[in-house]
C-alpha cells in the first residue's frame, strides 16, 4: 500500500491479511466442527462483510441495529446478545434474529410467551440461550476491574442463582438451546485453557440439556504466539465431554 495515495485519514485494512487472518478462524472450524460468529461490537466493516462470510458462520450481535446489519450484509445467522432488551424492540428482534441470549432466567421467563408466539405465527426457528457467569477472573492484574465475572457483576447467571431458579422451578431451563459466557479481553490460549475447569465445575452438570456452549469473544486467536493447535484439542475435548457444539465469536481477532 502506498500511503501517499491516502487521502484522508483511515482505517487501512489489507484483504491478503484479512484472509490469513479469517483463514486461521476457518482452520480452527474445520477441525473442530466449531461455529464461528464475528462479533459485531468489535469490528463491524461491512463493505468487507462478503470476505468474512466465505469464512465465518454469522454474527453476534448486542443491539438491534447491529442485528440489522448482521441479518442484511452478512446472513441471517444472526446471535444476540444484550444485557437487557428493550420491549418495544423485541418484536424486530426476534424478526431479525435466529438466536438469542438472555441475561437472567427473569429476562427468559418475561420474553418466552413472545419467542413461542413468534416461531408459532411465522414457522420461523428461533433459539434461546442463557448467559451464565462462571465468576472467573484468571489473572487479571487489575483485580477483576475490567472483567464481565468480576465480584457485583450483573452479567449472567451465578450458580448460585441458577441452583435457586431450579430448585423453584425444575422445567426453567426449558426452551433454552444453550449457554453463553464471557470471561476474556485479548487474551492468550492459556487463560481460556484455566478458565474452562473453572466453568465446567460450576455448570458442567448442565450442559447435557443443551446443544451449544458459546465461549464468548476476547481470543487473540490469529496472533502469531497463540496455541491454535491446544485451542482445536481443548475444543474438541469439550465437545466430546458434553455432546455439545462450542460457539465462538471472535472480533478484533479478525483485524
Not at 458462520?57 to 448486542?62: A, F, I, K, P, Q
Not at 427473569?106 to 442463557?130: D, M, N
Not at 487489575?142 to 450483573?154: D, E, I, K, V, Y
Amino acid at each position: 500500500i502506498d500511503p501517499s495515495k491516502i487521502k484522508t485519514a483511515a482505517f487501512v485494512i489489507e484483504e491478503e491479511i484479512l484472509r490469513h487472518n479469517l483463514s486461521v478462524l476457518k482452520y480452527v472450524k474445520d477441525k473442530t466442527g466449531a461455529k464461528m460468529y464475528q462479533a459485531l461490537k468489535t469490528w463491524a466493516t461491512w463493505p468487507l462483510f462478503p470476505i468474512t462470510k466465505e469464512y465465518l458462520d454469522g454474527t453476534e450481535v448486542s443491539s438491534l441495529n447491529e442485528a440489522r446489519l448482521g441479518y442484511d450484509e452478512f446472513n441471517h445467522e444472526v446471535h444476540m446478545y444484550a444485557p437487557a432488551y428493550k420491549e418495544e424492540e423485541f418484536t424486530d428482534i426476534l424478526k431479525y434474529c435466529s438466536t438469542i441470549i438472555f441475561n437472567t432466567f427473569a429476562q427468559w421467563k418475561k420474553f418466552k410467551p413472545q419467542v413461542e408466539s413468534f416461531v408459532k405465527e411465522t414457522g420461523k426457528a428461533r433459539e434461546c440461550g442463557l448467559r451464565i457467569n462462571p465468576e472467573y477472573t484468571g489473572k487479571d492484574e487489575h483485580g477483576g476491574l475490567w472483567s464481565p465475572c468480576a465480584p457485583g457483576s450483573r452479567l449472567g447467571v451465578r450458580i448460585s442463582e441458577f441452583k435457586e431458579v431450579l430448585a423453584a422451578d425444575p422445567k426453567a431451563l426449558e426452551g433454552i438451546s444453550g449457554f453463553h459466557f464471557h470471561i476474556f479481553f485479548d487474551n492468550n490460549f492459556e487463560d481460556l485453557e484455566g478458565a474452562i475447569p473453572v466453568v465446567e465445575k460450576n455448570f458442567g452438570e448442565y450442559f447435557s440439556s443443551v446443544k451449544w456452549v458459546n465461549f464468548g469473544g476476547g481470543q487473540v486467536i490469529t496472533e502469531d504466539q497463540y496455541d491454535v493447535d491446544g485451542l482445536i484439542s481443548l475444543i474438541n475435548n469439550f465437545q466430546k465431554r458434553h455432546s455439545v457444539v462450542v460457539h465462538m465469536e471472535p472480533g478484533a481477532a479478525i483485524v
